[in-house]
């Protein structure tokens, strides 16, 4: 049972476009959720997080988004850079912070010239 | 400060081989955990640990130990590897101090077994 679902195994935006990925999660349980990015060769690294008391949280050009009622969450990213070519995971916790995750199967974003 | 680290970087066994990988963290971080990556299957746990001398069994466990001996090390062993364990193992920590809460990754191993 995928817990943590990323409908969208691939993206592609032109740069300078908005890039918006998407999470969608079935545990009402869920009171955490992060954005982590992965080049090829390396591991996932931290880009945001959203708790859920709040709807929004905004660094730089990335902003989250989380609507609870619909158990869904929006990674924004705008405008989007060639260097943001990556597989984006979102991640998901119930009670416990980042000790621990549950993970969706990851987006490929591809920005394009 | 290194971060998290993990060796090899990639190994090729044959069936029924085994390897150990090895994961070491420099954050004094409580938790460990390891995971695999496989295509379309996003990230899932095999084993974790919440401090030295614990370990606890993840999503996936089936066909791999670990020990957690010393804090800062966590080792994940295959001891009769078999094609179905052909992945990427990422390795990760936790801990209570982190300014940010999140986990943070090593680099992965690649694994494929023949």
């Known amino acids: 049972d995928q817990q943590v679902k990323q409908n969208s195994p691939s993206l592609s935006v032109q740069e300078g476009r908005i890039s918006i990925l998407n999470c969608d999660y079935t545990n009402s349980m869920f009171d955490y959720f992060l954005w982590y990015k992965k080049y090829p060769a390396e591991g996932p690294t931290f880009l945001i997080s959203i708790s859920s008391i709040k709807d929004k949280n905004e660094d730089g050009r990335f902003t989250v988004f989380l609507n609870k009622s619909a158990k869904h969450l929006s990674l924004h990213i705008v405008p989007s850079q060639p260097g943001d070519s990556a597989v984006y995971f979102c991640?998901?916790?119930?009670?416990?912070?980042?000790?621990?995750?549950?993970f969706g199967t990851g987006t490929r974003l591809q920005v394009t010239l | 400060n290194a971060g998290v680290t993990q060796t090899p970087k990639f190994r090729v066994l044959k069936t029924g081989q085994s390897m150990t990988l090895l994961c070491a963290q420099d954050m004094n971080h409580e938790y460990m955990y390891w995971y695999r990556q496989d295509p379309g299957m996003g990230l899932r746990l095999i084993h974790y640990s919440v401090g030295e001398g614990t370990t606890a069994k993840g999503e996936v466990p089936d066909g791999y130990n670990v020990s957690r001996l010393k804090k800062q090390n966590f080792l994940l062993g295959l001891e009769s590897a078999a094609p179905s364990q052909t992945s990427v193992y990422f390795c990760?920590?936790?801990?209570?101090?982190?300014?940010?809460?999140?986990?943070?990754f090593g680099p992965g191993t690649r694994l494929t077994v023949l």
């Open positions: 990760a920590s936790w801990g209570y101090t982190t300014s940010t809460d999140t986990q943070y």
């Open positions: 991640a998901a916790s119930a009670g416990q912070g980042a000790s621990k995750l549950t």
